[in-house]
């Protein structure tokens, strides 16, 4: 079987070739560098994704706080992920890269803050 991935690792966007036999690669063909090599074939053997979003944040200026996966999770997992952060909310102050969610639905993955947010009026 064969799978063809665009890489996004640099601007080039190389389009490269995959192809694998029984959950092993058997060539990749097309990429442009190693960082292209090494990406076709996390895409094609076990694609993970950052989880970017918003949660509910109470006490500050503004009503949603952006927050993001600490670290890539599964391809499969992240509508879970989405899902899990629906119903969060945190109170301010909160800083950049504090964890919101620790092993965000099961994954071992954190999620944290993306900005600074002091509490209304202080």
């Known amino acids: ?4 991935v665009i890489c996004v690792r640099c601007p080039k966007g190389c389009k490269v070739k995959v192809a694998f036999e029984g959950g092993s690669v058997t060539s990749v063909e097309g990429y442009g560098c190693l960082l292209g090599r090494e ?9 993970q994704r950052i989880v970017s979003t918003t949660v509910r944040v109470l006490k500050a200026p503004y009503q949603r706080l952006p927050v993001r996966t600490s670290r890539p999770v599964p391809k499969d997992k992240v509508r879970e992920v989405v899902k899990a952060l629906a119903g969060v909310t945190v109170e301010a102050p909160v800083k950049r890269g504090e964890v919101i969610v620790k092993n965000v639905a099961g994954t071992s993955v954190d999620v944290i803050a993306e900005r600074d947010l002091e509490s209304e009026g202080g």
């Open 39 to 47: 990406y076709a074939v996390q895409e094609v053997v076990n694609p």
């Open 1 to 4: 079987m064969q799978s063809e």
